[in-house]
């Protein structure tokens, strides 16, 4: 089926704005509320939402396979549920609503007064019902960044890392929506090798540049996805931002990995941007060597050019760009991702998010975390106030923004904003 809703040539008879994240080409769908309104499926068009339950009821959804509790919903599940042509179809559906060559909807202003709503009146809600979630760690500068500071910078990377995109199972139910605030958390930390460990707030508060991806329903337990099967399952990205507490990880991660250090929260942003958005900014990723084995090939443009930055932001305060990165920096894709979870039979479900782990470029100023960016501490970051970070601050707000950008036309996610408060 084409994905007509692609078209760079469209125009919405909404009003957009040339620096918006949402043109009529991108369409993300995300879940919202309004005042004394329950939550409901929505899709993002310039500064304005497009209510999709209303949508639904006045009759213009009609005789694509979807019902009306597929939109009225607190979750996007039930409608992913459907699989990737139907929800490409309803994605082509609005493309062509909202077409400014298209008289349908855009004349009947009683109909448009019902189904548009401002974002600025909407009160945005955690998009998916989240059943498992995975991690990955699949940026060979982070990895060899970290391999530089805690172990040999000669052999920076561990004997499976170019073999195998190494994950780890976390913790869906702390997943959590931008601009919900986190307190600091609390465990055990060794700050001296020769002493005790402590208790206490953790001190070295680290936030993580990820993408996730939501996957559809996939195949049954037992079964595997492969590399060129994996865009079918796979229905949309978010901004990830992957909260760590770097002290209490240091002293638990082995041998079993980080525990306490991540569960406690991870934010994502509030649209989710289609995978079929982002087919024009498909690029080669990096030559794989070693090669990998037969199940990690893949065939065709898999890696993605997202432009990437984060900010941060004292109390009361002016943000500071600390580092402009790219999901293209990534030295597994997502469709490895997929493959290689799903290879031992393990069943993936709607839902599912999968992250991608910490993104940093080949330079300082595209470092992926505090960690990297300060080099543990002993490069401070100058703030616009004469403060200095090395790790991140009570009530500081990290602020991650992403788009890509090809030929004029700009495919955004928003953002993912997260205030740090103080431990309980």
Request: hydrophobic fraction near 35%; charged fraction near 20%; charge should be negative.
């Amino acid at each position: 089926m084409t994905i007509k809703a692609n078209n760079p040539e469209i125009s919405s008879w909404i009003n957009v704005n040339q620096e918006s994240d949402f043109p009529i080409q991108n369409l993300p769908f995300g879940v919202f509320s309004i005042k004394n309104s329950s939550a409901r499926i929505g899709v993002a068009i310039g500064n304005e939402i497009l209510d999709l339950k209303e949508l639904f009821e006045l009759g213009y959804l009609a005789d694509l396979g979807f019902q009306l509790s597929d939109f009225d919903n607190c979750y996007l599940n039930d409608m992913m549920i459907h699989g990737k042509l139907a929800t490409r179809k309803l994605r082509n559906r609005i493309s062509d609503l909202l077409n400014s060559e298209s008289a349908e909807l855009k004349n009947n202003i009683k109909d448009v007064n019902r189904v548009i709503v401002s974002q600025k009146d909407a009160i945005m809600q955690l998009p998916v019902k989240i059943g498992d979630y995975t991690d990955f760690y699949s940026s060979e500068q982070h990895a060899y960044n970290v391999g530089c500071m805690f172990r040999d910078p000669n052999n920076a990377l561990l004997p499976n890392w170019k073999h195998i995109p190494v994950g780890y199972h976390g913790r869906s139910s702390s997943i959590i929506i931008s601009d919900t605030p986190v307190h600091r958390p609390k465990g055990q930390q060794k700050p001296d090798d020769n002493s005790p460990p402590v208790f206490g707030p953790c001190k070295l508060f680290d936030f993580e540049l990820e993408m996730g991806f939501i996957t559809y329903q996939g195949k049954e337990l037992g079964e595997n996805i492969t590399t060129n099967e994996a865009d079918h399952y796979i229905f949309g990205m978010c901004l990830f931002n992957d909260l760590s507490a770097r002290d209490i990880q240091k002293w638990e991660y082995v041998p079993l990995g980080p525990f306490l250090a991540k569960n406690f929260a991870s934010s994502m942003s509030a649209w989710i941007v289609t995978l079929d958005a982002l087919e024009p900014f498909r690029i080669p990723g990096p030559v794989q060597e070693p090669k990998v084995l037969p199940y990690l090939n893949y065939e065709g443009n898999k890696h993605l050019d997202i432009k990437l930055e984060v900010s941060l932001m004292p109390e009361n305060g002016q943000a500071k760009i600390i580092s402009n990165s790219n999901y293209k920096y990534m030295y597994w894709n997502m469709n490895q991702q997929l493959a290689h979870h799903s290879v031992n039979g393990c069943n993936i479900n709607c839902g599912d998010l999968l992250a991608s782990g910490t993104i940093s470029g080949p330079d300082e100023g595209s470092y992926g975390s505090m960690l990297e960016i300060s080099w543990k501490g002993t490069k401070p970051v100058d703030m616009p106030d004469g403060s200095q970070r090395k790790f991140i601050n009570d009530n500081d707000t990290i602020i991650m923004k992403g788009y890509s950008e090809k030929n004029g036309l700009r495919i955004g996610f928003g953002k993912v904003a997260t205030k740090i408060l103080p431990s309980k």
